[in-house]
Structure formats: structure tokens, C-alpha cells
């Protein structure tokens, strides 16, 4: 990448400038996301040591902070290096539209194929840069089918990538029906496909049973894993796979994962959702995929915002085909004659096919009337 030096003030800048003169889009979003990780530090008198430097709480998640409010002069997001000099210098100084600083709702929808599939995706919108848009729409494309972001079009959702803080990479909004993904993540396939799941299952009212929002955190969660891993060509490291617990054999209990293992159930699960041929599903066939694995998925054994029950026990007792998984050990094989029982290294859940339906407690139903 060529550099033009550049004055500013007293001050002597050096910017990224393409061939086409202008500063590159992504050299704009880095130096921003660069002033942003900056933390200004307090010295507090006499000589400096580790205990006299604090971090300027002013300074935190000044990069959302700076998103978050428009600056009286916003600039367009197409500079040369001498007129991006000013903001180059202090991102703060001033605002780029898409940058740090919302533009308007994109709907560029050349190069998607079909009529039908432009049409879907134009009633999308997506706030963020042109190169975000692209990637979100082409990930769109490949996780979903026409139909159903024809739904997600008619419920109104729209998608905003922007510097969200650290705490997610990625949001839900039901009520403003909105889809936000951070910045780093927005080139990651499995975050956009989690939330607008997510959105599915909240608003596509032809769905049924586990397919459809549960407001229960953990098994939300958990099914809308399930459902990012069998959309997706590959696996999704959730950080829910963090949640997942796992019975330790020397120990016999159960506890959390470590890296390897979170690593290695999320590969299996993503194997288990795609019916082992590593590329993503779409539409029925992801739902259906879902439908006949989750139970026997690592993701299933989520323990998330649930005191500590895992997902699949919380499920058992709402949804029929669904069983407990024993909260003492995992259930061992029995030997045949003549030969050593094997320990299931996964703990699974089978559905109870021929279980007999639960009779209604009689919850939002009216009592029956007394003959005379």
C-alpha cells in the first residue's frame, strides 16, 4: 500500500492512498478501530511506577462512545489523504459517514442472482460500509433461502454492523427487530447467520416446536447454535461451546470445557448438522436437521443462564421426543455376551419415539361444565 505524506498543523501524517486517490476504505476503518483500543493513562505525581498509572475511565469504549453521537461536521466517506488529514489526525475531531458515524440503510443489490433473490434482499436493509453490505448479503444468500428472507423482509428487519463493545459479537433486538453485528466480526459467516436465526425463530410463525423462539434463554441459545452450525460450511467456534458441559471420567462430574474440547464438540456438531458432508444446509433442510440431532448434539448440554441445567433437561420437560439427560454420568453401553462394555464418550439424548403424550394440566384451558 503507497503513502502520502500529508501536513497537518504541526504535524506530519503519513496515509494509505490507493490508485485511485482516495484513502481505502478499510485503511479508514483500522486507523479509526487504532484510536479506539487507545486508553489514555493518569500519572498520579512523583516518579511513575506500575501503581501510579491508572486507565482514564473517560477513555473506555471510546470508540462506541464516538459512533454513538454525530458530530456537527460529518464527512463523506470518499477523501483524499489531505482531506481525511483532519480526522486521520483525531478521529474525534469530527465524523466519516460508515465509519464512525451511521450512514443511511444500503440496499445494493447487484450480482445476487435471481429476480426473486434480489427482491428478498431488497427489503433488507443493511446499514454499514459497501464492502460490509456485500459480505452480508453474499453470506445471506448462501446461509438462507429466498423464502425465507422474503419473511425476514416482510417482518421489517434490518441489519447494522457497526463497533459494538466487547461484550458480544453480535445482537437480537426483537422489539426494535433488529440484527446488530460487530465491526471484527461482520466477515465472520456464522455470526450474521446466529442472529438472523435468531430473528427466524422469533418471526416466522410457521415454525413449530424446538424450531420456533423459546424464551428460555439456554435452550434458545442452544437451538440457534445448532441451527448457525447446520447452515454453515464451517464450524462455528460459539463461544457457548465454552457453556457446554462435559463429564470428566476421573472426577465423575460434570464441569466445563476446556479449549480443545469446546474446539473439537463444535467440528463434531458442525459434522452432526450437515449430515457429514461440511457444507451448510438451508431452509427444510436445516430445520430438519435440527429437529433429528439436536438431542444428541454437544451444544444440547448448553448451561446457560439456567443454574446450571443444561439445555436438553430444560427442553425434556416442555417438548415431547425430548429426554433428560442423567445429571449423574453419561449412560453406559450394556455388554453383550461375551464381550467389554464400551462408556459413551458424548453423552446423548434420545428422542423417546413412541412415548405416550403428556395429558394436559388444563393451563389456559375452561373447566368443563357439570351435567344437571
Known sequence: MEYRKVRHGRHTLHIPVGEDGYVPEKALIDRFQQW??????LHLGGEISSADLRRDPRK???GWKDYTHRAEHVLPNKLTPEQAAKWWHDPG???IEDIDVAGKPKRNILGLGSKAQ?????????TATKTEEAQIRRDLDKAFTTEELDTLGRSRAKIHVYPRTSKAAGSYQSGRNRVTVDRQCASEPTTITHEVVHALRDKDKSRRGILAKSNIPGIEESLTVAEQQARNDSPGLSGYYWDIKVFDEKTRRWRGPTNKEAKRMAEEDHKLFTGGREKGLRGAAAMESVS??????HIARLSYKSKGKMAVNQAAGIYLGIE???KAQPKVKKKAAGSVSVPVSRPTAVAAENRAPKRAKGRGMAKRTKGR
Open 36 to 41: 479506539s483500543d487507545q486508553r489514555d493513562t
Open 60 to 62: 473506555a469504549n471510546r
Open 93 to 95: 475531531s469530527c465524523d
Open 118 to 126: 434480489k427482491r428478498a434482499q431488497a427489503r433488507i436493509p443493511v
Open 292 to 297: 433429528r440431532n439436536w438431542s444428541k448434539s
Open 324 to 326: 433428560p439427560l442423567s
